[in-house]
Every structure is written in structure tokens, then in C-alpha cells.
């Protein structure tokens, strides 16, 4: 068992930062794969990004290449997602996501994580 805590949202202008961050408690958290998902009204929850548990494969939504940035820090217990050049389209609920893993496997399906952070709103103004 792992919880999440996702934290670092907020209200920003279009192409400003912001990061996220996704503290776990629990088993050991270099076992799991995790993931960054994210939710609008009225829309399904997509994959935003995707790590390895070793840290070693990353994948992005074709919507955040080269904007945004999913990492972790192991000792720390903590995940991270850096979202630069924000855009309005970018407004919803971020969720983390973790799942026990080999070591360079990630997951971008939400069925295939096993725990779940209460998410955290980040809303871009235009």
C-alpha cells in the first residue's frame, strides 16, 4: 500500500510554471511506476506522463512534449512534474498515480495504476 499527496497547483497566467509535486508514504516507493494524469470537466482522465520505477523511461502526451518535465527523487520519496510555457488547455486536475513495476516499464493507461493522489487543481488563465 502507498498514499499520495499531490501538491503545487494553483492559479497562473498563460505561459507561466508551475511544479508539482506528489509525496508518497507507505512501501518503499523505488518499486513503483508512476504517472501524472489530468482531468477537465466534463472530459476523461488522460496521461499526462509517465516513470519508471528506476527512473530510467519516460513518456510524455504529445500535448506537454517539451513543455513539461516528469521526474523523482527517489530518497525523497517524491515525484515531480515541472510545467513550463503553461496554456489555457492545460487547466484541469492533476492526479498522481503509482503501481509496483519492473524496472524500466511505465504504465500510460489510468486502469493500469493500482493508487491514486485526490489530485490537485491547476487552472492557466488566458
Known amino acids: 500500500q502507498v498514499q499520495l499527496v499531490e501538491s503545487g497547483g494553483g492559479l497562473v497566467q498563460a505561459g507561466g510554471s508551475l511544479r508539482l509535486s506528489c509525496a508518497a508514504s507507505?512501501?518503499?516507493?523505488?518499486?513503483?511506476?508512476l504517472g501524472w494524469f489530468r482531468q477537465a470537466p466534463g472530459k476523461e482522465r488522460d496521461i499526462v506522463a509517465a516513470?519508471?520505477?528506476?527512473?530510467?523511461?519516460?513518456f510524455y502526451a504529445d500535448s506537454v512534449k517539451g513543455r513539461f518535465t516528469i521526474s523523482r527523487d527517489n530518497a525523497k520519496n517524491t515525484a515531480y512534474l515541472q510545467m513550463n510555457s503553461l496554456r489555457p488547455e492545460d487547466t484541469a486536475v492533476y492526479y498522481c498515480?503509482?503501481?509496483?513495476?519492473?524496472?524500466?516499464?511505465?504504465?500510460?493507461?489510468?486502469?493500469?495504476?493500482?493508487?491514486w493522489g485526490q489530485g490537485t487543481q491547476v487552472t492557466v488563465s488566458s
Open positions: 498515480a503509482a503501481r509496483s513495476a519492473r524496472g524500466d516499464y511505465y504504465y500510460t493507461l489510468s486502469s493500469d495504476y493500482y493508487y
Open positions: 507507505g512501501r518503499t516507493f523505488s518499486l513503483y511506476a
Open positions: 516513470i519508471s520505477r528506476d527512473d530510467s523511461t519516460t
